[in-house]
């Protein structure tokens, strides 16, 4: 049973463009989201996250949107740039409880 | 500030052979997560413990693995006997607090199994 769904397994998008990676979920207990960034032989690093009570935050060139209604979150980036290639995971958790389940990933790819 | 320590950072066993992994969580941190990355998906829990004590290990398969946290600090991960479906990437994560409002979980590099 996938609580964490990522679709897209890949994406291309060219340099200063916008990338938007998309994430939904079917728990509805689910009320705090995050987006983990992971290269090559490293371990996921953290990137931007959204409670529930938010519909939208925004971080530098980071900007998370989230459609509770949906279930749906949304992950833009303005604009890309190649240090931006990486596969991007979307998370959910329940406010207060560390356990976080992820979804598949997305690999992003930033062409120059 | 240092971050998450695993090793080793690779490993090839036989199906039937048992491995280790250990994981040094970043100082101060309580919480400490191993997650199992099969490829092609993202990481699934396997066991979570605050300071030395198991909160979670709904989905670990106990028959084979088994996983410490003595004194609250370092951790090992091993699986006794293993199985080709094993093989995975194991990281381990650690967080600062319990109930920390950001859930912020920071991971180690990861120990890539292969079982043959």
Same mark, same amino acid.
């Given at each position: 049973d996938q609580q964490v769904k990522q679709n897209s397994p890949s994406l291309s998008v060219q340099e200063g463009r916008i990338s938007i990676l998309n994430? #939904? $979920?079917?728990? !509805?207990?689910? #009320?705090?989201?995050?987006? $983990?960034k992971k290269y090559p032989a490293?371990?996921?690093t953290f990137l931007i996250s959204i409670s529930s009570i938010k519909d939208k935050n925004e971080d530098g060139r980071f900007t998370v949107f989230l459609n509770k209604s949906a279930k749906h979150l949304s992950l833009h980036i303005v604009p890309s740039q190649p240090g931006d290639s990486a596969v991007y995971f979307c998370a959910a958790s329940v406010e207060g409880n560390e356990k976080l389940t992820f979804g598949t990933g997305t690999r992003l790819t930033i062409i120059p | 500030e240092a971050g998450v320590a695993q090793s080793p950072r690779y490993k090839i066993i036989e199906k039937r052979q048992s491995v280790a992994f250990w994981c040094n969580p970043i100082s101060g941190h309580a919480t400490l997560y191993w997650y199992q990355q099969i490829l092609g998906q993202g990481p699934k829990l396997l066991i979570q413990f605050q300071n030395n004590g =198991? =909160? #979670?290990? !709904?989905q670990l398969p106990k028959d084979r693995f088994s996983a410490e946290r003595l004194k609250g600090v370092d951790s090992t991960l091993k699986i006794q006997p293993a199985k080709l479906e094993d093989s995975a990437v194991y990281l381990c994560a650690s967080s600062i607090n319990p109930g920390h409002l950001s859930n912020e979980q920071f991971f180690g590099p990861g120990t890539r199994l292969t079982v043959l």
């Open positions: 994430c #939904d $979920y079917t728990n !509805s207990m689910f #009320d705090y989201f995050l987006w $983990y490293e371990g996921p | =198991v =909160v #979670d290990d !709904s």
